[in-house]
Structure formats: C-alpha cells, structure tokens
C-alpha cells in the first residue's frame, strides 16, 4: 500500500466532494492549514493517515465524552449489530432510553421531559420542536439570538454561531425571505431586547429557541437568571421556551445545563444531541406530555424518521449515559480546569490579552480584554489570532475546534498524561498567538 498524506487524502477528497467536506469546519478553511484526515481514534487521542497522533480536544464535537472507542460502548454496539442493524419497527431499548432521559433530567422534583422522541440529528430535533411549538400555539413567529447555532434547517440559520459564524455568512441562500421572516433575531443576554421584541409581536410569536449555554459562539455565559427570565416573558406572552441542549446536554453534569444553571427555569420543551447518540447519529427533543402528544401519530404535528431511534445508535447512547457518573463528570471537570488554566496562564505569560470563558466543564478563550457576552462583542475580538494558536498545537500534537467560536472538549479520558501533553504545546501556542 502507498503511504497516503493528509494533503493527497484533501486533494483527492476536493475531486470528489464539495470543499473535500461532509460539514463546512472539517476543511479547515479558517485555520490555514490542511486539514487531517483520521483513521483511528482510542480514548483521548486520534490518529491521522500520516500516522501521527494527536491528543483530542475535539471529540467529535460532542459525542465522545467517554473518550474515543470506549470499551462499553464499542462493546454495545457490537452486540446490539450482531442481532440486526435497524428493523423499522419499536425495540425495548428506544424506551428504555426514553425512560433514563426522563428520569435524569431532574431538578428539584421537576422532570421537565415527561416524554421523548428520538430523531437522528441535532437539526432534526430543532427542527421538530419549532413545529411543535407551532402547532401548539397556533402562531408562527420564533424568536432566536444571534450568534446561537441550532443546527441547519430553514429557520435558524440566520445569524447563526459555530460554522456559519466561522465562514463569517450572514444567514444562507437557499432560504427563501418570508421562511427567513418567520425568525426575529435578537442580541442574547439582553432582556430588554426580549421584552421589546414580546411587546411588539407577543401575540405572534411560538416560541423562543436559546442555547442553555451558548457554546457556538465561544462560550458566552448566559447572564445569572436570563434563562428563567426568559421563561417568564415568553410564558406571559403564551409562547414557548425551546432550550437547545444538543451541545450542554449530558455534558456539563447529568442532568444537562437545565441542572446546573445558578438560577432554575422552565423549559417547555429540550432537545437534544451529541452525547445522547454516544458517537453513533441519534438526537431527540422532550418536554410535557401534554405538548408531546401533538406529535403523531397522536397529534396533527407531524414527524418521522427511517433511521429515529436506530438500535445500534440507541445501544451507544445508553452505554455512553450509563458509564457518565459522578466519578466520570469529576474527571471531565478536573482536566478542563487544568487545560483551561493553564492555556489561561500561557497566553498571560506571552501577554496575549484574552478571556477565559466557561460553562460548567466546557470552556473556550475569546482574544478580548472583556468578556464578551452576545455575538457583537465576541466578533470584536481579536480573532486573528487564532489561527496561529491553533497550528501550533496541532504541531506539538494536539487537535483543537478548527475555529475560534468552538468551544473546546474534554473527556473523561483525558488522563495526566494527555493533559501534560497539552501542557506542553500551550507556551508554543501562546507564543504564536502573541506574534500574530
Ligand atoms: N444545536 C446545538 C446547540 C448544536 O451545538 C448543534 C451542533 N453543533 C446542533 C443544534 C445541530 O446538531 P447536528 O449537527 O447534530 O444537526
């Protein structure tokens, strides 16, 4: 077998798909470098077509929160393919699934998830809660904030974070104006742009869709009480609160940002991704049972799916929830504040004004002299460099989000030695960043 490149394997993967690309991030564009290309992957590292490995802080956006390959995972899914890959028809393991779901997010006695439906993506899951919400309430208008990324369907692509915000496009052709006109885009973290837009169009409005803690943007901290504030007004407009945990969800602790927040609030529906389908596609949204039953085949709210609730996907999501315990979360938690503090005190040390941004275990850095706290003021940072920051770690062989308005993860697989690793390439990277 020749030995291939990472260069040959974009250039080849150029001819043959868009970009070289199966999702616009993957090709590297902002970082100036070629992207890698993988062939393996086990606990905290990856391993490129060249042969190099790198430790991961990428973790396949999300989903390998175990670390990559875990063995009760891999082991899970193994098993539940041997007895058929998909039948489109019910399993006892979707329930099951269903049920833990619905007893984990738990806060106070309140189980906001009376009853779930599991989809294949992120998007979907948006998707689908939006035109509940609207078949619900009878009004067509969602409210969502800038800089906040909920996957790709119609709607929500205007101002949108993580990719979108990366290739620096507003919204996306393709969206004709009176769907684009159906979403009222506000800046986050501002109430009173929530009252204003309630005061105007409260009648009209279906819902208001937020992430629970932005993390497509960077990590950008919801302000103390703005969910539950949130909530309030939406509630006294008859609206709905959409609360988007398909990135915090399972993640920031175990019952997603709706158990970690400082101040409860009220989520009328949450959806789901990433770590809920441990690697393998799978998604869901929940909420009362009331506003569930809308959907069919017991309500006029129609969805679907050939692949919902996939077997093999739903075996990796129940062996990923079920190995996420107090000790797991504790190791997560450990290794982000050591990463974080230590990429923190690098860049002081090169005296590379930044921000240390966090939510819970997730965490990134935005190169501004204050906090950022919408998409405004995390644009006006000095996202040049990046670029420079990312390169050399990949060079001292670590792999970070490809963008600046990632956030960065962490695994319960990050043992010392993968985080004295990082250690190491971070005065490398800081460097870089200062000189840019
Ligand atoms: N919502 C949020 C908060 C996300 O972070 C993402 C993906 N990064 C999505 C929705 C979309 O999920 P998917 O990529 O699985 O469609």
């Known amino acids: 077998m020749t030995p291939t490149t990472n260069a040959r394997e974009f250039e080849r993967a150029r001819h043959a798909m868009p970009g070289g690309v199966n999702s616009p991030v993957r090709a590297f564009g902002s970082v100036g470098t070629t992207p890698r290309f993988y062939v393996s992957a086990k606990g905290p590292r990856v391993t490129d077509v060249e042969g190099r490995e790198y430790v991961d802080l990428v973790g396949s956006w999300g989903p390998a929160i175990l670390g990559h390959a875990h063995p009760a995972v891999v082991e899970a899914v193994r098993e539940a393919a041997t007895h058929g890959l998909g039948f489109g028809a019910s399993t006892p393991g979707e329930t099951a699934l269903a049920e833990h779901v619905e007893a984990r997010i738990e806060r106070d006695g309140v189980r906001p998830v009376e009853k779930l439906r599991l989809v294949s993506t992120g998007t979907e899951a948006t998707m689908t809660a939006i035109r509940l919400a609207r078949g619900a309430t009878g009004r067509d208008l969602i409210v969502k904030f800038a800089g906040h990324y909920h996957g790709h369907s119609d709607g929500l692509l205007a101002e949108a974070g993580s990719g979108v915000a990366t290739l620096a496009m507003p919204g996306s052709a393709g969206v004709p104006a009176p769907i684009a006109a159906q979403t009222l885009v506000i800046a986050y973290n501002d109430l009173d742009a929530v009252r204003e837009v309630f005061a105007v169009h409260g009648a009209e409005i279906a819902a208001v869709i937020v992430e629970a803690a932005p993390a497509n943007m960077g990590i950008v901290p919801p302000r103390h009480g703005f969910n539950a504030a949130l909530a309030d007004i939406a509630h006294a407009h008859g609206a709905l609160l959409i609360v988007d945990e398909v ?26 991704g990433k770590v809920i389908g441990g690697g393998l596609p799978l998604a869901a949204l929940g909420g009362s049972t009331d506003i569930m039953n809308l959907l069919a085949p017991l309500g006029p709210v129609y969805q679907a799916g050939t692949l919902s609730g996939n077997p093999v996907a739903v075996a990796a999501g129940r062996a990923t929830l079920e190995n996420l315990d107090a000790a797991a979360y504790a190791r997560i938690e450990r290794a982000s504040t050591a990463i974080a503090d230590a990429a923190s005190a690098a860049l002081s040390a090169e005296g590379v004004t930044h921000v240390l941004q966090r939510a819970g275990s997730l965490f990134s850095f935005q190169f501004a002299a204050e906090a950022p706290h919408d998409y405004d003021t995390v644009k006006a940072q000095e996202a040049f460099r990046y670029p420079p920051f990312f390169r050399a770690m990949l060079e001292h062989g670590v792999s970070l989000p490809p963008s600046v308005f990632e956030a960065w993860f962490v695994s319960a697989s990050h043992d010392d030695g993968a985080v004295s690793q990082i250690l190491e390439a971070l005065p490398h990277a800081a460097r870089a960043a200062a000189a840019a």
């Not at 990135?247 to 789901?272: I, Q, S």
Request: aromatic share 20%; charged share 15%.
């Open 247 to 272: 990135l915090t969800g399972f993640r920031v602790g175990p019952a997603g940002w709706y158990g970690e927040d400082p101040v409860p609030f009220a989520a009328d529906l949450l959806t789901f």
